[in-house]
């Protein structure tokens, strides 16, 4: 596990962007997994001005989501669909064909998570899944839990997760509840990992998720064990721990 330590959110990002870019000069059919939420908005700002500038060339990769509500339409601008769009996908020329994130309106929920184990099947392993992590530990929508899920998963959001997730709703009860996301053994199974923290707010999750004991009460704790991890934090979320 390697740890780049950054000075703040912007250059955090940055680099970040940096990481995507190469991987996707060096192959570009790469496979891209893909996160959602605040922590990655501006690497993908960056990703998107790096192809305005000529830098970058998406029409050959392919990408896929870790995570979508259960029960939001594509069309809900807090559908994770849409954000991926309004961020990044229709800024560049990415083949929307080769862009998946589980089907949230599909409310036959082992249907779903069938139907997006055979995509990720498909698409042939993520060359470099993008993460963030959340306060209780959970990437993607893998909350703590007993066990650690092996392939995509209909899950009960935390209550943490959903008061988290509140701001960006109207109304508590607006926010959704479930959510269909890829399993820990699929993200696991990605050639390599770049997570990225951002903020004082994770300084302790940080800590206890890289430096702590493995279990699935802190998901992403289980990242200790792949092979090739870069973590991206500020000075902020890196503020626990001594690199």
């Known amino acids: 596990m390697r740890f780049i330590k950054t000075k703040d959110y912007e250059d955090m990002s940055r680099k970040a962007a940096n990481i995507i870019g190469a991987q996707v000069v060096l192959k570009p059919a790469s496979v891209l997994g893909l996160a959602t939420g605040s922590t990655p908005i ?20 392919s990408s896929v989501n870790l995570d979508e509500y259960k029960g939001l339409d594509r069309k809900n601008d807090q559908s994770y669909f849409y954000f991926m769009n309004d961020h990044l996908f229709k800024h560049v020329n990415i083949d929307p064909n080769r862009t998946f994130l589980p089907d949230g ?8 998570c069938r139907d997006y184990d055979g995509v990720l099947k498909a698409v042939g392993g993520v060359d470099l899944q993008l993460l963030g992590i959340g306060h209780n530990g959970h990437i993607g929508f893998n909350e703590p839990s007993d066990v650690f899920a092996d392939q995509t998963i209909c899950v ?13 709703f ?8 479930r959510a269909y996301t890829m399993g820990i053994g699929t993200i696991m199974a990605a050639a390599r990992i770049l997570i990225l923290a951002s903020g004082e707010g994770k300084a302790a999750i940080v800590k206890a998720a890289f430096f702590g004991p493995v279990t699935p009460k802190v998901p992403a704790s289980i990242l200790q064990f792949h092979p ?10 890196f503020s626990q721990i001594t690199i």
């Open 42 to 61: 501006k690497t993908y700002a960056n990703l998107v001005k790096d192809y305005q500038n000529g830098d970058l060339d998406f029409s050959q990769v």
């Open 170 to 177: 109207a109304s508590y009860d607006d926010v959704p509840k």
């Open 105 to 112: 309106m599909e409310n036959d929920a082992a249907k779903a």
């Open 156 to 168: 009960d959001l935390a209550e943490s997760t959903i008061q988290a997730n509140q701001r960006f």
């Open 228 to 237: 090739d991890v870069i973590v991206i934090g500020d000075e902020a979320a």
